[in-house]
Nanobody, 114 residues
Framework: QVQLVESGGGLVQAGGSLTLSCAASGNIFTIVATDWYRQPPGMQRELVSTITDDGSTYYADSVQGRFTISRDNAKNTVYLQMNSLKPEDTAVYYC????????WGQGTQVTVSS
């Protein structure tokens, strides 16, 4: 089992920044990649960014150049630094891991006001 705990969400004005954290515990050696997904109100969940165990990263076009995914292996934590936030970034953000099984965190709300 892998447990994921997200933190760092909140309310921010457009143009502001937030950093989300995803702390993993349990059988973390089984994780090969960690993603951030988001689900805007009334919309489907979408992939935002991925970081693999070899450090490769992926960003959705909508966040490329504004968001940065990183990880601290010593803390078993993956971060999503979000800059130049826009109202359309408003969503519940979920941490997700891929490995022997897939796991989801509970989600953290990000609200960007115009």
């Amino acid at each position: 089992q892998v447990q994921l705990v997200e933190s760092g969400g909140g309310l921010v004005q457009a143009g502001g920044s937030l950093t989300l954290s995803c702390a993993a515990s349990g059988n973390i050696f089984t994780i090969v990649a960690t993603d951030w997904y988001r689900q805007p109100p009334g919309m489907q969940r979408e992939l935002v960014s991925t970081i693999t165990d070899d450090g490769s990263t992926y960003y959705a076009d909508s966040v490329q150049g504004r968001f940065t995914i990183s990880r601290d292996n010593a803390k078993n934590t993956v971060y999503l630094q979000m800059n130049s936030l826009k109202p359309e970034d408003t969503a519940v953000y979920y941490c997700h891991t891929i490995g022997w099984r897939e796991y989801w965190g509970q989600g953290t709300q990000v609200t960007v006001s115009s």
